[in-house]
């Protein structure tokens, strides 16, 4: 069977709590997030697109690296649980940004343990996006509705069932325990006639990732940061559901005799991030702060690890409170570089 | 007054509190980049004001961005908007005379996840208002609301639509809402602890410590919030329901006294928790208690700074004593 | 695969204190487990790890030819600084290392070599010098001179170090002070007024590690040398957590201050954004 009709996608997810731990799109009041199901029937795949990201998956917003009792001469490893995890319902952008995270986690003279053990145990099911929204841009991120990238399989609608397109090799396991086989088509063909009939709001114009970079980086000290930051609130709402953000914090904690490490999300808009015990911060204004997101994202990034630090999911666009708008700073500079 | 006719006005006292150099910018908002949304500006010459626009999706607090500010500003502002400066007036943050305040009376702002809500599947593409209604555009056509349904939560149980105090006014006064404006608090309050831990504890779950609650504040402006102290540590950082609780309850109690009620925090809160529910209890307390809320009284003094020998001390006295 | 977030277990042989002021201490420690291979090169730092306390980083101070014993200069500021100012012979510690950099060998070899530091900053120039007098390698480096300052004789290091360099041939060493007590017998003055008064090769390399006011007034004085800015390596400081280039918090350009650094050229130091 190489597609899987929509409605025995519950069956299908209750066949695969079996042996493994489920994370897939659920609803909580008004809000979409990606967390462990307990039944297939709790799976919401209607929607464009989750609230927050699902990269919680594999670096979770809370985890602890280390701890101790009274009693225990050091500290011990903590391990994360060792059942194999299915991300399902992810959208390729999401899956994409992972591979990002793989690079800068797993990859380099250090590797990072905790999250590749995670890593190693996550099968990831996307589902390519028939309707982008107005807020997408993964493709002028380099991406796609129908990217492959970072995916084990990719399903993708086509008149009310799922066709699926078997990516990796791990992908190739868990469709066969599933019973299911490759579909034998490039993915994205379904839908050739509905995207032209909509147009490709993924794709908007103006945005080009090389020369956004040539851009920004002569840009650095100009002041037009102030005045493109001026209405941020330095709130990190865009580092929080962002896919591809990795920033974190690492804090100890002791309590009547046992003491822990942790690690838990931080973000580069926030103030402390960078001040140094001495008081003094080398990024003490919310411009300065914004300018370092725009430019890790879409310039050290490419230098460091060979891709933007952005897959265009426009969740932060979304979610900004106060509707600063990335797409317009990004455009803003890929035009003057063009000039 | 229309929405558009304030918007004329607004632009017309931006424009000329900027010509007239009494301001170095002034802080409005200008259209959104996405349906249902106004964003923040700062215009600074006077052909920019023609940028500014009023409509019901201006529900940002904009005071926030007074405190602390190297220029001198003119900021328009909503009934909620003068509470804050109020309170910030009183704590120092902001000083009168470097502030024009362009006062706006406001209906109450509409909250997009209720319209999208009402608009069912499929993407909204934009919602225009008709006098009190609005109507949405989505899945090729349209539907009519009234601006009453899907107020934001904040809006819907406002006691002060009116500026507190302002320079200017742009528009007529709208009547206030009548009647007793806790009976939110006092549902809650009565159901019974089980039923409300459970109640908090589900709604926290969502939460991510992504502090955006505290970033759109206006009152929350310490250099070094108590989140960050490591010496000791007062709360945790991590997102287990007792150290998410601990922070939540521990804003509310700095907030004490000094939240207006805006709704900024549950407006900027992403997982869409009911953050303003614990404040609003602190601030039914704080009235009864004191007879204060916040922000609607320039001259009253902050009830948590200055001590009145009136002041019940039943929480360390027994009744009848001192 | 070893987890990099994990400290090596390491035990207080011995906690001097270094300054009359109280405020700096040295701890010298050993590993429990003596079988551990550690080995570094002058400039890097590790992690030292109290779990439930936390952690901070510390430029490694003594010779990378005895790896068996390390050393580590302390300056008290805050919780972790404080906790381990206060540890006793026999108790424990983490560590997790060795990290970022180092010294770049390769350049500074066939050179004569100018360390330059100041206060504090000096813990990592020890380990170089200590490492380029060591037989074995200090016909590597055609000449090696090292200017050191603080403000007052008692807020100097290293002080029998000093003294037992002071007394070689192989080596041309200045120790200066801001203010002198009644005992000082040496230079009265700041580093960049000494430096300014040698004499260097043109292609001589520079190391410099000190408080950013002896840096900025250093640096101008190396130019009028003819020192160029490919020669003169600093140690950069950012507020760091991880220690392996994953949290972000040490990024600034394309670097991250904890793995391409913390030891920068100024050549490399003026290419990144002017954040530091």
Same mark, same amino acid.
């Given at each position: ?5 929509? @409605? ?18 659920? %609803? ?88 590749? #053990? ?9 589902? *390519? ?13 380099? *991406? ?90 330095? $709130? ?43 008081? !003094? ?54 035009? #003057?570089?063009?000039? | ?36 949304? &106004? ?22 607090? =904009?005071?926030?961005?007074?405190? /602390?500010?190297? %220029? ?123 039923? +409300? ?28 919030? !108590? ?28 907030? &004490? ?22 404040? +609003? ?22 009830? =948590? ?18 | ?37 550690? &080995? ?17 980083? !510390? ?8 790896? @068996?014993? =390390? ?5 008290? &500021? ?26 770049? =060998?390769?350049?500074?070899? /066939? ?8 206060? !504090?900053?000096?813990?990592?120039? @020890? ?130 201050? $904890? ?18």
């Amino acid at each position: 069977m190489n597609a899987i009709p929509g @409605r025995q996608v519950p069956r299908l997810l209750d066949a695969l709590l079996g042996g493994h731990v489920v994370f897939a799109p659920v %609803r909580h009041g008004r809000i979409v997030a990606f967390e462990p199901i307990a039944s297939g029937s709790d799976a919401v795949l209607g929607c464009s697109n989750s609230t927050v990201s699902p990269r919680h998956v594999l670096l979770p917003r809370m985890e602890t690296l280390l701890t101790s009792c009274s009693g225990d001469a050091y500290a011990r490893e903590c391990t994360c649980p060792d059942s194999p995890v299915v991300l399902f319902g992810s959208r390729p952008c999401d899956a994409r940004a992972l591979t990002l995270l793989d690079r800068i986690l797993s990859g380099g003279a250090n590797r990072d343990v905790y999250y590749q #053990r995670r890593r190693d145990l996550l099968t990831i099911v996307s589902i *390519g996006c028939a309707r982008p929204l107005e807020t997408c841009f993964c493709t002028a991120m380099g *991406g796609g509705p129908f990217s492959t990238d970072g995916s084990d399989i990719l399903l993708e609608e086509c008149e009310g069932s799922f066709l699926v397109h078997v990516v990796t090799e791990r992908g190739r396991a868990l469709a066969s325990k599933l019973g299911v086989c490759d579909a034998g088509r490039r993915p994205g063909g379904a839908t050739a006639a509905a995207e032209e009939e909509t147009g490709h709001p993924a794709a908007p114009t103006g945005i080009d990732p090389g020369m956004l970079k040539g851009s920004l980086d002569a840009s650095f000290d100009d002041p037009v940061w102030r005045a493109i930051s001026e209405r941020c609130i330095g $709130c990190g709402i865009c580092s929080y559901v962002c896919p591809s953000c990795h920033c974190f914090d690492i804090v100890d904690e002791e309590a009547g005799g046992s003491a822990c490490r942790k690690r838990v999300w931080d973000s580069c808009q926030f103030a402390s991030f960078t001040e140094q015990a001495s008081g !003094f911060n080398p990024r003490p204004t919310g411009a300065s702060r914004y300018r370092q997101r725009i430019m890790h994202k879409f310039s050290y990034c490419i230098d460091d690890y060979g891709m933007a630090g952005c897959v265009g999911c426009g969740r932060c666009v979304t979610e900004c409170p106060v509707n600063l708008d990335i797409r317009e700073v990004l455009k803003a500079f890929a035009a #003057r570089g063009a000039l | 007054m229309s929405n558009a006719d304030m918007q004329t006005g607004i632009r017309e006292e931006a424009a000329r509190l900027l010509a007239e150099g009494r301001v170095d910018a002034v802080v409005g908002f200008e259209e959104g980049s996405l349906p249902m949304r &106004a964003a923040p500006c700062f215009v600074s010459d006077p052909d920019g004001a023609d940028r500014l626009v009023w409509n019901a999706f201006c529900s940002n607090n =904009l005071s926030r961005y007074l405190r /602390g500010s190297d %220029r001198r500003l003119g900021v328009v502002a909503k009934g909620c908007d003068t509470r804050s400066i109020v309170e910030l007036i009183k704590e120092r943050q902001v000083a009168r005379d470097s502030v024009v305040v362009i006062g706006v009376p406001c209906r109450g702002m509409a909250d997009p996840r209720l319209l999208s809500d009402k608009a069912g599947p499929g993407r909204i593409t934009s919602v225009e208002e008709a006098g009190d209604d609005l109507v949405i555009s989505a899945n090729g056509g349209t539907i009519t609301v009234r601006l009453d349904e899907v107020l934001h939560r904040s809006c819907a149980v406002c006691v002060r639509r009116n500026p507190v105090l302002s320079d200017v006014l742009v528009g007529e006064g709208v009547p206030e809402r009548p009647g007793d404006s806790f009976g939110d608090v006092a549902e809650l309050s009565s159901r019974d602890a089980g039923d +409300r831990w459970e109640h908090f504890s589900d709604e926290m779950s969502r939460c991510i410590r992504c502090y955006a609650c505290r970033s759109a504040c206006p009152m929350c402006y310490c250099t070094r919030c !108590f989140v960050d102290d490591t010496g000791p540590r007062w709360v945790g950082r991590g997102t287990g329901v007792g150290d998410v609780l601990s922070f939540h309850l521990m804003r509310v109690m700095h907030l &004490a006294g000094r939240c207006v009620e805006c709704g900024a925090c549950e407006r900027a809160c992403p997982m869409d928790i009911d953050l303003a529910a614990l404040n +609003r209890k602190s601030c039914a307390d704080v009235e009864r208690l004191f007879g204060y809320r916040a922000g609607l009284s320039p001259d009253a003094p902050a009830p =948590l700074s200055a001590f009145d020998p009136g002041d019940p001390q039943d929480f360390m006295l027994e009744p009848g004593q001192g | 695969m070893r987890n990099p977030y994990a400290p090596i277990p390491m035990r207080v042989v011995r906690n001097r204190l270094e300054t009359e002021d109280g405020g700096i201490r040295t701890l010298t420690l050993s590993f429990v487990d003596s079988s551990e291979e550690f &080995a570094f090169e002058p400039g890097q730092f590790a992690q030292l790890s109290l779990l439930g306390v936390g952690e901070a980083p !510390f430029g490694i101070a003594s010779s990378p030819m005895e790896p @068996r014993l =390390l050393d580590f200069t302390i300056s008290r &500021a805050g919780l972790v600084t404080t906790e381990l100012h206060h540890l006793e012979q026999g108790e424990t510690v983490g560590l997790r290392g060795p990290l970022g950099n180092g010294y770049p =060998l390769e350049d500074l070899r /066939g050179r004569s070599v100018l360390v330059v530091g100041g206060g !504090f900053g000096f813990s990592t120039l @020890r380990a170089f010098t200590e490492y380029a007098l060591h037989p074995g390698n200090r016909q590597a480096f055609d000449g090696l001179t090292v200017v050191y300052g603080a403000r007052s004789p008692g807020l100097l290091l290293y002080r029998e170090e000093l003294a037992e360099w002071g007394k070689r041939d192989d080596i041309r060493l200045h120790v200066t002070v801001d203010k002198p007590d009644d005992s000082w017998r040496g230079p009265v003055g700041t580093v960049p007024a000494l430096v300014r008064g040698l004499e260097m090769p043109r292609d001589a390399a520079v190391i410099v590690c000190g408080p950013p006011a002896m840096i900025r007034h250093t640096l101008p004085v190396l130019a009028g040398l003819g020192v160029s800015p490919d020669r003169i390596h600093l140690s950069l400081e950012m507020k760091m957590k991880c220690g392996i280039g994953k949290c972000g918090r040490c990024n600034i350009g394309r670097a991250y201050v $904890c793995t391409d650094g913390p030891v920068f050229s100024l050549a490399s130091l003026e290419a990144l954004p002017g954040e530091h």
